[in-house]
């Protein structure tokens, strides 16, 4: 188990996983969008950061990730957005998707999500009532070159953090479920793009 593993309080992230069979109907039903998002100007195209009130490890468990992607997934469907990348840990996520509204309702998605996510582990922990959802961030992505250096940027965030050697490892993000739907071309474009002078609130 690697240090990030411990401060994470995730075991067995260094091994390959499968996706739970609930995930992966999920995943299924979203389609990886293979050509390039043109005009990005007009088609509300977002990164989205959030993360637990004092970076504290809340979602500390396989089962409590599990709850967050699957109501990611699920949330995201149901307030039309399409998800193009992902990654959830103990103490923030990361995704990137495009509203297919033309008033993005971005607040209601996450204010719902983070509703039903709090109230499901604090549940788990016996702790009703309590807070876990701090604050979220968004950047509107205007330029190309940001949104697929972004794109590498959250399939791999995993490896970022010292959890795995290798993206589609980890369970909780996108980054299996992006080399299985999106064409090899797509996969060495998208990893390609260099994302260390990227501007990303990632201190977790």
């Not at 299924?28 to 970076?55: C, E, F």
Request: charged letters at 20%.
């Amino acid at each position: 188990m690697t240090l990030a593993s411990k401060a994470f309080g995730v075991r067995r992230l260094d091994a390959a996983f499968e996706i739970p069979m609930e995930a992966t109907q999920s995943l299924n039903q979203i389609d990886w969008p293979h050509a390039p998002v043109h005009r990005l100007d007009s088609s509300g195209v977002y990164m989205i950061t959030a993360s637990t009130l004092q970076k504290q490890p809340f979602f500390s468990s396989s089962q409590k990730l599990d709850v967050l992607q699957r109501e990611l997934l699920a949330l995201a469907k149901k307030y039309e957005w399409n998800l193009h990348a992902w990654a959830v840990f103990p103490n923030h996520y990361h995704f990137i998707a495009r509203s297919e509204n033309e008033v993005p309702r971005l607040r209601e998605f996450l204010s719902h999500l983070h509703t039903v996510t709090a109230s499901k582990i604090n549940q788990l922990d016996e702790s009703r009532g309590r807070r876990v959802w701090y604050n979220f961030w968004d950047s509107k992505l205007t330029y190309e070159r940001s949104y697929f250096a972004r794109l590498s940027y959250v399939h791999r965030n995993p490896v970022k953090h010292g959890l795995v050697a290798m993206a589609n490892q980890y369970r909780w993000c996108s980054a299996a479920w992006f080399e299985r739907t999106a064409s090899p071309a797509v996969v060495k474009t998208i990893y390609g793009f260099k994302t260390d002078l990227l501007n990303v609130g990632d201190d977790y």
